[in-house]
């Protein structure tokens, strides 16, 4: 695809897959205890509550300019929790860090299944061939975008999600100084996009293996005109 089509396929996709994750934090966080992303609105589906201008829009622009569209990062505004809120602090951490990845996955499950739903849809109004195609690149895209987050997040680099987990099984004094790291997380994380390419590669290739398989298992429901948005 061209720039423009990559951005008007990818942007919504994208936008969607950041804010449910970001929703399910804070909802894991309401069933855990913790109020604090209720009572500051922001446990909503509402796309402007959950847009950081320097996060969500300036630095992946930036990124994307300087890389010419081959390094991004970015994401939704993290939604507040107060883990002393939470009936059992360890239990409601690993719960609400995990809560977005676990949609994530949800969402990539449903995109597949989706795919499907429409090529059926194709088959039964064959005048409705091109709107499903549109829409049946679009959710191959939900596809790959929900399983990149979700070995995103995963990276056990504070303050990402994985390192919820991580701090749990170091000896206490480790976990301290692991923990520590966040400050300095974005720093790493953005000279690990531009200097780690092979660990990158390594560890996303679990997630691009399911995203293969998902996408193969329903190759046969794709309409045809889908073929001509990746020329």
């Known amino acids: 695809m061209d720039t ?10 994208l936008l969607f897959s950041v804010i449910a994750h970001e929703y399910a ?3 894991a966080a309401l069933k855990q205890g913790d109020t604090t992303a209720q009572e500051l609105g922001r446990l909503t589906w509402n796309p402007l509550k959950h847009i950081d201008p320097f996060l969500t829009i300036l630095m ?8 010419d569209w081959r390094i991004m990062l970015g994401g939704a505004k993290p939604v507040p929790v ?5 009936r059992n602090i360890k239990r409601g951490d690993i719960i609400v860090s995990l809560a977005g990845v676990t949609v994530n996955f949800l969402l990539a499950i449903a995109c597949t299944i989706l795919i499907a739903v429409f090529g059926a849809v194709s088959t039964m109004v064959p005048f409705a061939g091109k709107s499903v195609g549109i829409v049946q690149v679009m959710l191959e895209i939900g596809v790959t975008i929900n399983l990149v987050l979700i070995a995103f997040n995963l990276i056990p680099i504070p303050p990402l999600d994985g390192s919820h987990v991580v701090k749990y099984l170091l000896p206490p004094s480790w976990s301290n100084r692991y923990q520590a790291i966040s400050r300095y997380g ?3 994380l953005i000279l690990l996009l ?4 092979g660990f990158l590669q390594w560890w996303m290739t679990p997630a691009m293996l399911l995203n293969d ?3 193969a298992s329903v190759t046969r429901f794709l309409d045809p005109s889908v073929a001509l948005w990746y020329q």
């Open 25 to 27: 934090h804070g909802y």
């Open 194 to 197: 531009y200097f780690g390419n």
């Open 213 to 215: 398989a998902l996408l």
């Open 60 to 67: 992946p622009l930036m990124m994307g300019f300087a890389s």
């Open 4 to 13: 423009l089509q990559r951005i008007l396929f990818v942007v919504p996709v």
């Open 82 to 86: 107060n883990p002393a809120n939470y």
């Open 186 to 188: 974005f720093v790493v």
